[in-house]
């Protein structure tokens, strides 16, 4: 598809370019916070020890959050997410580095626009934060 995500061709097969991501204490409560998820284990470090973590953990939404930046800063300001299906496996905690990085699984010509799928990983010291499937819309004019 000629015309995709800022004016590049786009095969399936494509990497993006991959998103390193710092994981602090401070965007872990604030992604928290920002999706109202008080479960203790997300920002009180002493309970999250307590319960046998070796600190505060990402929740899923500031996750998805994150799975949802990569792939909108690859596809450009005129993409729309359509879609966002992940799977968590392994913790994020505070002083780890994700490394997320995606492949173009499809690309379907749909009128102005075209619908593409990019399959994404993220990874930590542990191995696979998250998996998944994000799909966008981008124009194709």
């Known amino acids: 598809m000629s015309g995709g995500p800022r004016g590049c061709e786009v095969r399936v097969g494509q990497a993006l370019p991959e998103l390193v991501v710092p994981i602090t204490t401070t ?19 002493a309970l999250a020890r307590q319960r046998g973590m070796p600190g505060v953990l990402m929740n899923i939404l500031t996750t998805n959050g994150l799975v949802g930046r990569f792939v909108t800063d690859w596809a450009g300001p005129d993409a729309a ?3 966002i299906a992940i799977r968590l496996g392994v913790p994020n905690f505070a002083g780890d580095t994700m490394r997320i990085s995606g492949r173009v699984a499809s690309v379907t010509p749909a009128g102005a626009e075209a619908v593409i799928d990019v399959n994404v990983v993220g990874r930590n010291r542990l191995g696979d934060h998250v998996t ?10």
């Open 132 to 141: 998944g499937t994000v799909t966008v819309a981008v124009p194709t004019r």
């Open 81 to 83: 997410v359509r879609r």
């Open 27 to 45: 965007l872990i409560v604030a992604g928290a916070i920002a999706s109202r998820d008080y479960q203790d284990v997300h920002h009180d470090e």
